[in-house]
């Protein structure tokens, strides 16, 4: 199972009023670290989908919500709960690293 695509015409639906907790994935086309850490994101969101779920959004095509959720750098990870955000991650990681941050959903 990859992330799939969120933009602002689905966000709301698909991230802010999902019933279970939602990373986001703040990125863009031109990132590096963005294209490495996304197969990371993949595994995680294939292991922990009855938990978690993964969408990417990209930073370029939608920019009204990369500056609501002020993303000043990417790649840039917001975990949602009931439509708030409580988790916030900057950076990529090796996958261990980013199971530790999100512990808290996925175990």
Do not use: H
Not at 28 to 54: F, H, K, Y
Not at 67 to 86: D, H, L, N, R, S
Request: one cysteine or more.
């Amino acid at each position: 199972m990859t992330a799939r695509a969120v933009t602002e015409a689905t966000f709301e639906q698909e991230v802010l009023m999902n019933d279970k907790a939602v990373l986001v994935d703040f990125w863009a086309e031109w990132c590096g670290p963005c294209r490495a850490v996304s197969p990371i994101l993949d595994q995680i969101a294939t292991e922990n989908s009855d938990r978690l779920d993964i969408v990417k959004l990209n930073v370029d095509e939608n920019p009204n919500l990369a500056m609501k959720y002020q993303i000043t750098a990417i790649p840039a990870f917001k975990v949602f709960e009931k439509g708030e955000v409580v988790k916030t991650v900057i950076g990529a990681k090796p996958k261990p690293a980013l199971e530790a941050d999100l512990a808290a959903f996925i175990s």
